[in-house]
DNA sequence: AACATTTGGCAGAGAGGATCACAAACCCGT
DNA sequence: ACGGGTTTGTGATCCTCTCTGCCAAATGTT
């Protein structure tokens, strides 16, 4: 049920320590060591054996810190070394593929996106076009013990733990093992993970982006579908199977249209991409061009863009409202399709949850555009690789020593 | 943001195991020994000394077992001692007020519960009422250390971690500061915890009702109004300041009837109470008592009757089809009012369900009634009263050796 | 230049679980 | 009834990891 039902032990304590410490310089960057003894609430004899360790294993160095003109014997900075490990994030969306190389304290390293063109491409095209993209983001790494694993985003429902695409309607996949063949394409034995796009954008805003500190995070996602990515309690909502954060199809309409899900009156069905070309009379399929050309027009003042723009910014707002009554977030992050709208849904937002949403709970919420933008969903992909060894850092200290991994014991 | 960004030390080893033994004892019963540490992990030296601690502290007791035909030596049986430690618990609903003492392990000693007419009853004639109930069943503590805390259940918006009561539409309150009054009042120097009676109904179900060892819960409470309460990956979804779960108020009909909340066409105004008399033609203001003749009259076959709980039962399936989606809980469990209509609208929430919520986590979902029925939010009340002592035994070891006691250092 | 302040370094202490050998208590077969 | 096999409780000792306390180092201040 939980990680108390099982025994602690003294190994369990350092392990603990020295995710604290990996943990605080991976996501707030160099701190030195007095900052790192104030932090854990450790004490220097402590932090001093645990960063000797890190140190030895090349993760993270200590450098003599400018004078900051404060008395006592200065503190030396500690950082992560970004190329001592790093992620390979890969990032399967509707219009574009991405590739990226982040190091050890997120240091992007490397990141290079494709526009693809809409439509059901093959998994086995998607790994070509992946593989040739990753090819030169991860030839520094080869030869090396650096890369430690891999995550990828994908647009659709993913199970977990094991990754399986379950359904990618915008990719016309189903049931597709990816990890298991892109490791085989890619040429790399490092763990790989797989997981919801918005689930990894929330993840990333959570870490690097607008939502940095909180708790509870609501991140809305729209590609053609409409996706939801939740974190509660500091930790991401992934149900019972990894299924978890489907806000898009929300019967908010019963009486509405039908949804491609099978569904009728799906919150997506008002909010989507295709929802909002329709009420602006343009292409529904037209995709990213054609919303760009709406997003022009209604720069102009357009009166069809901006009524469209208004009723979908107004149908956000109302299941925004329900969303915020049952998750009580302390922010709301919109990515995607929703982040590009923004300037144009805010105030209607802001109206409909002044409307609609409890008091309570309103009085507490910030609906913010995404600081990552395009790329949460890569970046998160990143952030998820490097669970593991944010978590158990032990497990990873042989790994990287140069001198000690020649001789013997 | 989460425990591990602070440093542990032995002491946190020790109380993490004691923490995992006392809470096994408590939520899964008598264990023998050998199975304490098949279930922890420990080694059998570890859990001697452990259980050396709280049998000293009387909160355990070791039975010879009988005799079960394996060969070895027998294991001693391990039991909770109910008397030891016990908690109070309160629970405030629209129709009744009722009081449970409940002890270490689970068992409970004592329950009084009342039925109060419905309307704006003030605080003060509340704070009467209860402590008038409460005291018979307070009686045996008097004079000794066991109580250890009280948990009360309130139906309605509660602010966590302080308890108060920011708003309960049905008992006409407002930003009361319940625990403090009702502390006074009793008569009792205990730590006083105060949620929703939703989030404690989804707490009981969890760990004595029909969600034992599952992990992601939705708890569907009716009492006038509609609540939620939802166990995320093991824990309670509080939200940034505890108003989560209020599933009631999604607005799933944005062109329906207005809710008393403000919003218009929430969920509420589809399944509530006054939306089921409504419908059949009773009195909505009418309670209890009108829904005991609808289904009174439902079950002789009154179409009218049989119309309104179909409705209900289609609101009631097209909202958790939502709410599956979001969640993907492994169960939904039905109470108050839910409870009681379950056998009139199972079939309909299924094929709703079917109809509408995404095949992934549909396939995963099951619909119950709620095990405990109309006590689930008082004996979460208790549950959430035992919390403090589940996650830190140590702290309560030294108050109830009743010889170490006497004697000073 | 002397002092105050903060921090790193290091040896010893303290806490807590693991290990291991042994004894106890049960079963079963003869 | 008796001895062997098996499982479990007991207790001494060891191992791991952090804390405590003292000293040295490096900086600012007077």
Redesign the interface.
């Known amino acids: ?2 990680w ?7 190994e ?2 350092r392990r ?2 020295l ?2 410490i990996v ?2 310089l991976h996501l707030r960057g160099p701190l030195s060591r007095s900052e790192l003894v104030a ?4 004490t220097r004899s ?1 932090i001093r054996v645990l960063l000797g360790e890190l140190v030895a294993a090349d993760l993270v160095s200590e450098d003599r810190r400018a004078h900051l003109g404060t008395p006592g014997r200065p503190s030396p900075l500690v950082h992560a070394n970004p190329t001592t490990a790093v992620v390979l994030a890969l990032d399967i969306a509707v219009d574009s593929c991405a590739v990226a190389l982040v190091g050890f304290g997120g240091e992007v390293l490397a990141l290079q996106r494709v526009d693809r063109p809409r439509g059901h491409l093959s998994v086995a095209d998607t790994i070509a076009d992946l593989v040739q993209l990753a090819g030169p983001v991860l030839a520094p790494t080869r030869g090396s013990d650096a890369l430690i694993a891999v995550g990828i985003s994908v647009a659709g ?1 993913i ?1 977990r733990p094991d990754g399986l695409v ?2 990618a309607p915008n990719l016309g996949w189903r049931d597709v093992a990816l990890a298991n063949q892109l490791g085989g394409a890619l040429g790399v034995q490092v763990p790989i993970s797989v997981a919801n796009e918005a689930d990894l954008g929330a993840l990333a805003e959570l870490r690097r982006g607008s939502a940095v ?1 909180l ?2 995070v609501l991140y809305l996602s729209g590609e053609v579908g409409v996706g ?1 990515g ?1 974190i ?4 991401p ?11 898009g ?6 009486d509405g249209a039908p949804c491609h ?4 009156g799906c919150w997506e069905t008002e909010i989507g991409e295709r929802a909002l070309l329709r009420q602006a009379g343009y292409d529904q399929g037209g995709g990213r061009d054609q919303v760009d050309a709406l997003l022009a027009d209604a720069a102009t003042g357009s009166p069809s863009a901006l009524a469209a723009l208004a009723a979908v910014g107004r149908w956000l707002g ?2 925004l ?3 915020v ?6 922010i709301v992050v919109l990515g995607g399709l929703f982040h590009r709208i923004h300037p144009f849904v805010a105030a209607t937002i802001e109206t409909e949850l002044d ?7 309103r009085a ?2 910030r609906i913010v555009p995404s600081m990552l933008a395009e790329d949460a969903p890569l970046l998160g992909a990143a952030e998820m690789a490097f669970d593991a060894l944010l978590s158990d850092p032990a497990g990873y200290l042989g790994r990287f020593e140069p001198l000690a991994a020649a001789g013997g014991v």
Chains 1, 2 share one sequence.
Not at 261 to 264: A, E, N, R
């Open positions: 049920m939980d108390d039902v099982v025994g602690q032990r003294s369990t304590v603990a320590n995710s604290a943990r605080e932090r854990t609430g450790l402590a429902i199970r379950r359904m500190g708790d509870d939801g939740l509660v309690g500091g930790r909502l992934t149900g019972a199977a990894g299924y978890g954060g489907e806000v199809h929300f019967p908010i309409r019963p899900c099978g569904s009728v109302i299941g409202a329900g969303l009554n049952i998750l009580n977030p302390q409307r609609l949403a409890l008091e309570a709970s507490l919420v």
